[in-house]
């Protein structure tokens, strides 16, 4: 997910436009977040519509597995980008998951599939309480791609409608890597400034409440905005 800007300041190897852009910004200054905004938009200058990264620096002893930090946030606006989501469900089950909007759907064929070829054709992963079991044949698969349904990301359902709805409308997980570090797109350089707010502080908020109850002093270090392959600009934490 673009560049880890908060390593911004070892930038010997960066591209020559890397290197203009990286002028306009204040390396020294912690910029408020609508100023950062702005200036995330000005320096997204690739061929695509680059995504907008939020790059958070915590205050986790990543040693100790209680204090992993991850959960679930429903983004105002999503992150621009569709994904495609593939219901592990019941024969019985499939007509629901489709119409709810799933990708793809199956049970024990699909899984023999995956286990076969070993090929991924989507973002997401869900699965009804019932195929949990079955899925284990192919975890080492799903697993490493951080696909594998759980309670904790709130993947395993009886709710397909509702679930399938909210991955749909900008539901995202996300989890501190193994340096204590959250990477995660808010949006895209083409959404209007108040949107990428909104998403900003939606997800800010519930990086705050996913604080794990041993962790001590300062939770929330560092945070950097930037866009796809773009310089970091430091926040106001």
Do not use: W
């Not at 591209?15 to 408020?32: A, F, G, H, Q, W």
């Not at 070993?118 to 799903?142: C, E, R, S, V």
């Amino acid at each position: 997910m673009g560049v880890r800007v908060y390593r911004d300041e070892k930038i010997m190897s960066r591209s020559k436009r890397y290197l203009e852009l990286s002028k306009k910004i204040d390396k020294n200054k912690l910029y408020p977040i609508d100023q950062a905004i702005k200036l995330t938009k000005e320096t997204a200058t690739t061929k695509f519509d680059s995504s907008v990264e939020v790059h958070v620096r915590l205050g986790i002893n990543t040693k100790k597995t209680e204090q992993q930090v991850r959960g679930t946030v429903t983004l105002p606006f999503g992150t621009g980008k569709t994904k495609k989501i593939a219901a592990f469900v019941t024969p019985e089950k499939e007509g629901e998951a489709k119409e709810a909007g799933a990708d793809v759907c199956g049970g024990q064929e699909l899984i023999d599939q995956i286990k076969a070829t070993g090929k991924i054709d989507f973002d997401i992963a869900l699965a009804t309480p019932d195929l949990m079991p079955k899925l284990a044949i192919i975890a080492k698969i799903l697993g490493p791609r951080g696909l594998m349904p759980s309670p904790k990301n709130e993947t395993i359902t009886t709710n397909l409608k509702k679930t399938i709805a909210d991955l749909k409308k900008g539901k995202v997980n996300f989890k501190s890597d193994d340096t204590g570090n959250i990477h995660q797109i808010i949006g895209k350089a083409s959404f209007d400034d108040k949107k990428l707010l909104e998403n900003y502080a939606t997800f800010i908020e519930a990086l705050r409440k996913a604080k794990p109850a041993t962790a001590k002093g300062n939770y929330i270090q560092n945070i950097y905005l930037s866009s796809s392959m773009g310089p970091g600009i430091k926040i106001q934490a």
